[in-house]
């Protein structure tokens, strides 16, 4: 036995000299050097604690028990980088990740904002995200459309998230109705208990769409800069070896490393932390700025058109946000052709070309980043098929018009392609009403609203390629500063506000073409499917009859128990009272049964009392319950 346990003892050490040098050899893998004192920590301290939310998505939350999300695929990258061994937290609330943080129970704390109560006791990263924030309402509240208009009204917050502060602090007619989490705000705005909640816009749609949430709608910005979520990665104060440690790891992420991320999650690369608010250099430059001169065409619908003088359409929509923002007012100038409008903004006429893709390269033009990605489709004559491929179109002549939306990358890629150049859409059509064409290729969006305008019934969209317009705003290089403000404010907006533009003045119906191999499977997926639970339901019937008949009778004779027999007296008392008639009740006693038991025993007791309730069924008729 003492062989025994000096064996164990010394597996113990040896177990304990491998995990030593397995923590030693993760420590030593990090791709980031670190110093003596971070190599000790991360060796005394194996395993980093990182929260995990249930419902922020897409940044953080829980799907089917896996942690998930940009800042999970943030961490995870640190993680590899750094040599660090985590496991996520999930399942407390906002509010209960702050307190264990605060007291030394949560290691990390991911996207959160750094705000001056959080600096009492917490240290936070350089941000490495950032991400506006909407007001949130039902669809038939149009009374709200800013913070201001909130004075008196209840706002609905997730409890200890940095709104609570700012709206505290700086917006005191404003009820707080404080809960869990956002899918709590969002169901207290629908059912009424609050007026509106303050959100993330990508994290609200997606929680709108999953919870089926359909009687909410963006009202309007939180143009206050503070509602930003510029996002940090924060540890407790007292650990700053670990501050710094995440912080090198940090700054080795590369632009290449989160264009990746932001692709995966369907984030634009102008969401980034840290060109999200304007600095007080650039206040000084909108304050000497008179009005901006706009390049615009003047029949280029949905885009951008003149109508009674005055701008219209996507470029007017996105112009009037950035106004908002800016406090600048926009002039616009109006041409006839994408030709003269690209000259006159090339010559340093204008200062801002509102939509212009990024294939144009116009000289004298610097763009912002994207922040549209519009299909590029085909339009036939009504008569011709669904095109699936590509090669389809080899040896057809398909019109399109050279301008602000370049299609050169559609040429490069399908250089068999045919394309020929026509001065307008209605030009397209009338050629292919005519033979000389067999299609037309333009945005969906153009497409779209030509064929409902024009009434051009006999057009449709019949195809659809890969490659797609990315849309930016074009301004002349001999302004670098106000190129800068732009990006900063289309970063502030986010993402949403531009397509959510673009969808309000788009409306299309795509031609596809039609499988009746996968209908007949369906057909008979569905037959099989309603067979199932027909005779499922017919089961449950059965049973639920058979549960309803056992918990009404006795087990032993079968006959009514008392709780049935208690409930149909006391309707017919009722029954008796409203109709003044009579009700006969008869009691039937059973004299010296309990000697029967005691002599015989029980199983003839209970054959006595089967052929007692035999007997008395044989009297009665079916209007009589016994």
């Known amino acids: 036995m003492r062989r025994e346990g000096q064996f164990f003892r010394w597996g113990r050490r040896a177990l304990g000299v491998l995990c030593f040098w397995w923590l030693a050899a993760s420590v030593a893998a990090a791709v980031v050097p670190l110093d ?66 605060r007291n030394g129970r949560l290691d990390v704390m991911l996207n959160i904002v750094n705000t001056p109560g959080r600096r009492e006791f917490m240290s936070f990263t350089n941000p490495y995200l950032s991400s506006p924030s909407g007001i949130f309402v039902t669809r038939d509240n149009d009374s709200i459309h800013s913070l201001e208009d909130l004075n008196g009204k209840t706002v609905a917050i997730p409890r200890g998230f940095f709104f609570q502060e700012v709206l505290e602090t700086s917006y005191p007619k404003i009820k707080l109705l404080l809960e869990d989490d956002t899918l709590d705000n969002l169901e207290s705005v629908a059912f009424g208990r609050a007026d509106a909640t303050v959100g993330e816009p990508g994290v609200v749609q997606y929680l709108i769409d999953t919870h089926f949430l359909t009687n909410i709608k963006l009202a309007g910005q939180a143009t206050d800069r503070r509602f930003t979520s510029v996002m940090s990665i ?171 939306f370049s299609f050169d990358a559609l040429k490069k890629r399908y250089p068999q392609l045919q394309l020929v150049a026509v001065s307008s859409m209605a030009d397209a059509v009338r050629r292919i009403r005519d033979g000389e064409l067999y299609g037309y290729v333009d945005s969906v969006a153009a497409i779209a609203y030509g064929m409902q305008q024009h009434g051009w019934y006999d057009i449709k969209i019949a195809g659809r390629f890969d490659e797609q317009l990315h849309i930016a705003m074009g301004v002349h290089s001999s302004t670098p500063h106000l190129l800068g403000v732009i990006q900063k404010t289309l970063n502030a ?130 209007k009589h319950v016994f």
């Open 36 to 101: 003596d004192k971070e190599r000790a920590w991360l060796v005394k301290h194996p395993v980093i604690t990182v929260h995990n939310e249930m419902n922020w998505p897409p940044f953080n939350f829980n799907q089917n028990g896996q942690p998930t999300g940009f800042s999970v695929d943030y961490m995870n990258l640190l993680a590899v980088k750094m040599g660090l061994n985590i496991r996520y937290i999930s399942g407390p609330e906002w509010d209960e990740f702050m307190a264990m943080i």
């Open 234 to 404: 924060g540890v407790n104060k007292d650990q700053a070896i670990l501050r710094g440690i995440l912080q090198k790891g940090v700054d080795s992420i590369t632009q290449q490393e989160m264009q990746h991320l932001f692709a995966r999650w369907n984030l634009a690369a102008a969401d980034q932390a840290d060109a999200s608010t304007l600095n007080d250099e650039d206040q000084r430059y909108l304050a000497g700025l008179n009005d901006v001169q706009v390049c615009v065409q003047s029949d280029h619908m949905p885009y951008e058109g003149q109508a009674n003088g005055q701008l219209s359409g996507i470029s007017a929509d996105l112009l009037r946000q950035l106004s908002q923002s800016l406090k600048l007012s926009f002039h616009p100038r109006f041409y006839s052709t994408s030709a003269d409008l690209l000259e006159a903004a090339g010559r340093g006429d204008c200062d801002l070309v509102p939509l212009i893709s990024m294939a144009a390269g116009q000289s004298g033009l610097r763009y912002t980043k994207p922040f549209l990605d519009i299909p590029i489709v085909l339009a036939t004559g009504s008569d011709e098929i669904f095109v699936g491929d590509v090669q389809q179109l080899k040896d057809r002549k398909l019109g399109y018009v050279p301008g602000l």
């Open 493 to 622: 907006m986010g993402t949403e506000a531009p397509k959510r533009i673009y969808n309000q003045w788009v409306s299309v119906r795509y031609v596809q073409s039609v499988d009746y191999t996968w209908i007949w499977r369906a057909g008979l997926a569905l037959a099989v499917l309603m067979a199932f639970l027909w005779y499922r339901n017919y089961q449950l019937k059965k049973f639920n009859r058979k549960l309803e008949r056992i918990t009404i009778t006795d087990p032993l004779t079968g006959v009514n128990n008392r709780k049935l027999l208690d409930e149909v007296l006391a309707r017919e008392v009722d029954l008796c009272a409203a109709g003044q008639y009579s009700v006969g009740l008869i009691l039937l006693d059973l004299d010296h049964f309990k000697l029967v038991n005691d002599r015989y025993g029980h199983q003839e007791g209970d054959a006595v009392l089967n052929m007692v309730c035999r007997s008395v069924e044989q009297v009665i008729n079916h």
